[in-house]
Nanobody, 120 residues
Framework: QVPLVESGGGLVQAGGSLRLSCAASGRTIPYYAVAWFRQAPGKERELIARITVNSWVSSIYYVDSVKGRFTISKDSAKTTVTLQMNSLKLEDTAVYYC???????????WGQGTRVTVSS
């Protein structure tokens, strides 16, 4: 399995932006899809965005709470998946994880997580 490594978290004021990256250590991402999850304090981990990486059909999904604010994308070399987060809200504070998944929706490879804190 090819490890995935997140980067780009940090502290930002509400209304600001951050860009998270999920990289396969310079290698091509071998997974069918890559998703971003987040886990806020006291809450369950939730899937917030997903993009197919190795599929004939390009597919992108967003949970309703981030639609219009977050954008997931992949580079042409398929080595990195990026999550651009705009108009950040206090409730976006969480640890964000990227994960490599199969075509049946199972995510078997997880990054270590990167913390995003949105302040007022």
């Amino acid at each position: 399995q090819v490890p995935l490594v997140e980067s780009g978290g940090g502290l930002v004021q509400a209304g600001g932006s951050l860009r998270l990256s999920c990289a396969a250590s310079g290698r091509t991402i071998p997974y069918y899809a890559v998703a971003w999850f987040r886990q806020a304090p006291g809450k369950e981990r939730e899937l917030i965005a997903r993009i197919t990486v190795n599929s004939w059909v390009s597919s992108i999904y967003y949970v309703d709470s981030v639609k219009g604010r977050f954008t997931i994308s992949k580079d042409s070399a398929k080595t990195t998946v990026t999550l651009q987060m705009n108009s950040l809200k206090l409730e976006d504070t969480a640890v964000y994880y990227c994960a490599g998944g199969t075509d049946n929706g199972k995510y078997n490879v997880w990054g270590q997580g990167t913390r995003v804190t949105v302040s007022s």
